[in-house]
């Protein structure tokens, strides 16, 4: 299978399919798109003009739950959606959570249409205090058979999640404890820490 990965340096949604190709080690080739090309030669690529993008055999798929739920069909070993159908759906649900109810509204460009008068710094503290409000939302979903987010494995959930923490905490908001924690632990896990993308 010939992979190309279509990603950004600090793209949230990126960070989740690279964080999944190396955990189920396929190899694939990364390009970098630049801002300007984001709005520009890459709109051939994705119409919205989002990473990532993957291209498999040539065939464009966009939306990081789109791409991960493709790279599990075509390569169950290492799954990353849990053991059972309970385990998927909670999964599903959470990245649903994060990918639609936390990450959509703090895009850039959602921002920039939407809140036009704010500063970048004011951007940046406005993205950090709404995902912190949301995940602290989140946590009763969380963590409640092991130290994974859902189940007893590590899942797309789990690269959501702490994806997600990760973001708020480089936009300088607030850390919560029991996610602080939870990073930790996962940082311990040597095959999960091994194939963590390091940007
Ligand atoms: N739901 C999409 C979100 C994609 C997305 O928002 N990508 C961001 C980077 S994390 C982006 O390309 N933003 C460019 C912009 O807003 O101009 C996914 O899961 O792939």
């Given at each position: 299978?010939?992979?190309?990965?279509?990603?950004?340096?600090?793209?949230?949604?990126?960070?989740?399919?690279?964080?999944?190709?190396?955990?189920?080690?396929?190899?694939y080739k990364r390009i970098?798109?630049?801002?300007?090309?984001?709005?520009?030669?890459?709109?051939?690529?994705?119409?919205?003009?989002?990473?990532?993008?993957?291209?498999?055999?040539?065939?464009?798929?966009?939306?990081?739950?789109?791409?991960?739920?493709?790279?599990?069909?075509?390569?169950p070993k290492n799954t990353l959606f849990g053991q059972t159908w309970a385990e998927r759906a909670a999964i599903r649900e959470v990245c649903e959570y994060v990918n639609s109810s936390i990450h959509a509204p703090q895009n850039r460009t959602v921002l920039k249409a939407f809140r036009p008068e704010l500063t970048e710094n004011e951007k940046r503290e406005l993205r950090g205090s709404w995902i912190v409000q949301c995940l602290a939302k989140l946590s009763p979903k969380l963590w409640n058979t092991s130290n994974f987010a859902i189940g007893s494995s590590f899942s797309?959930?789990?690269?959501?999640?702490?994806?997600?923490y990760k973001k708020s905490c480089q936009h300088g908001a607030v850390r919560l404890e029991d996610y602080d924690k939870y990073?930790?632990?996962?940082?311990?896990?040597?095959?999960?820490?091994?194939?963590?993308p390091k940007i």
């Open positions: 299978m010939d992979i190309i990965l279509y990603s950004a340096i600090g793209s949230n949604s990126s960070e989740r399919v690279e964080w999944a190709l190396n955990y189920k080690s396929l190899p970098e798109v630049s801002s300007h090309e984001l709005s520009t030669s890459y709109l051939k690529i994705n119409p919205f003009g989002y990473v990532p993008t993957i291209s498999i055999n040539g065939i464009l798929i966009s939306e990081s739950m789109a791409i991960i739920e493709c790279l599990e069909e075509h390569h797309t959930a789990d690269i959501f999640v702490a994806s997600i990073l930790n632990w996962l940082s311990g896990q040597k095959q999960i820490s091994a194939s963590e």
